[in-house]
Structure formats: structure tokens, C-alpha cells
């Protein structure tokens, strides 16, 4: 069973979301050092990031004060038979987008919305032209049962955040920033996105993939 890898690399050079800090990745010790220090006998790094960068997840607690933080969303809320919806090149999602996907996303619990944003990974407009929700879409798949949605682009709205809004106050998981969604293709498949359990926080940095079923 194949499993096909929907999560961008990271490295300093993984790009953040506008306004926050960089990815930082040092060095704490390394077999390649030389000079007058003496070589060392291991690697070492030190991973500092921004959790809403790259791909990740989002807990209600992002949006909610009072909503589940990251550690509390149970491992089975993350993983579980997906179906993946064609919503090319649309700027805005609507629910009349949505709404002929009905019988499907009511089968399945997690709901892969794919885009093609993700193509413009890199690209200057990538964070500033990505494709939106609008709440009435939030609305529909809170309706239809979805528990976690995953989008090819870096967040689901902008300010007022309606999107997150609806979506979050209903307790769905939000995946931001998914890639390489044309590999899955029209086959049955379980979608995982493992976050850390970083203790009362509002997210965290995942590894997402695809288990094809055939
Ligand atoms: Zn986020």
C-alpha cells in the first residue's frame, strides 16, 4: 500500500506565513566541524518555527479560547478514510461548489479539498491570491459531518476569519498548506496529518500523507 507524502520540506529557507518569524535550524554539534575545535562524534539540531508555517494543523483553541488545544484532539480524529474534491482554480469557495460533493462528504469524516494552489508554492502571490472559503462553505461541511478538512493553500480565509470561525467553533481540524495532491488521483485512500502534542497550544507543525486503499 502506497503512501504518497502531502507536507512541504522544511528547511530555513521553508518560507512563513507573512509576519511571523523565519524557521530556524541550527547546528548544536556536527562531524563536520573543524578548525581548532576538536570533531565531534554526532549531529545535533535545534528545530525553532512558527506553528502555523508549513504544513500543519490547526485546534480550535487557534480561534477559541476555551476550544480543545492541540494535545487534547484524539490521534483517531487525525487519520481515517478521506475522499478528495476537485475545486480547480476556484478564488473562492462557495457551498454551491460544495454542494454537489454532498453524498460523498457525508460518508467520510475527513474532507481533502485540492485546488492546485499548491503550485504556486515559492511563488510571490502564494500567500496573498490563495484561493478562500466562505463561511456558507464552513457551514456545509460542518452540516455533512466532515471532523477535518485539508486545503493546498496556506490558510482558509483571511480577516474577519469567518471560515476559521465556523469551522473551528464546530470543532473540524483545519490542515493548512497540503502539496502534491495530484499523486493520490481518483483512488479510495485514508489521509493522516500526526501532529505533536505541544502542551496548550493552538496547533502544530504535522507530517500528512495518503495511504492508498487498492
Ligand atoms: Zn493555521
Same mark, same amino acid.
Given at each position: ?22 524557521? +530556524? ?9 573543524? #578548525? /581548532?575545535? +576538536? ?9 525553532? !518555527? ?12 487557534? =480561534? ?10 484524539? @490521534? ?10 476537485? @475545486? =480547480? ?8 461548489? @460544495?454542494?454537489?460533493?454532498? +453524498? ?11 485546488? #492546485? ?5 515559492? +511563488?510571490?502571490? =502564494? =500567500? ?52 502534491? !495532491?495530484?499523486?493520490?488521483?481518483? /483512488? ?14 493552538? #496547533? ?11
Amino acid at each position: 500500500m502506497p503512501l504518497i507524502d502531502l507536507g512541504y520540506p522544511l528547511s530555513n529557507n521553508t518560507p512563513p506565513f507573512p509576519g511571523d518569524p523565519s524557521v +530556524e535550524i541550527k547546528i548544536l554539534a556536527s562531524t563536520a566541524q573543524t #578548525g /581548532r575545535e +576538536e570533531r565531534q562524534s554526532l549531529n545535533c539540531g535545534q528545530l525553532t !518555527l512558527p506553528i502555523h508555517c508549513a504544513t500543519h494543523i490547526d485546534a480550535p483553541y487557534h =480561534f477559541y479560547a476555551n476550544g480543545p488545544t492541540i494535545d487534547q484532539i484524539p @490521534l483517531t480524529d487525525c487519520t481515517g478514510p478521506a475522499v478528495l474534491l476537485d @475545486l =480547480f482554480d476556484l478564488p473562492v469557495i462557495d457551498a454551491q461548489h @460544495l454542494s454537489s460533493h454532498r +453524498e460523498q462528504l457525508t460518508a467520510h469524516h475527513h474532507a481533502i479539498l485540492h485546488t #492546485g494552489w499548491y503550485r504556486q508554492w515559492g +511563488e510571490d502571490n =502564494f =500567500f496573498t491570491e490563495h484561493p478562500v472559503l466562505t463561511a456558507a462553505a464552513a457551514q456545509l461541511l460542518v452540516d455533512c459531518g466532515v471532523h477535518l478538512i485539508g486545503v493546498d493553500f496556506p490558510s482558509v480565509d483571511r480577516p474577519p476569519h469567518e471560515a476559521h470561525l465556523v469551522l473551528l467553533g464546530n470543532n473540524l481540524l483545519i490542515v493548512e498548506n497540503l502539496t502534491n !495532491l495530484d499523486a493520490i488521483g481518483p /483512488r479510495p485512500f485514508d489521509f493522516s496529518a500526526i501532529p505533536l502534542a505541544i502542551v496548550g497550544r493552538d #496547533g502544530s507543525p504535522v507530517r500528512a500523507f495518503a495511504r492508498i486503499n487498492d
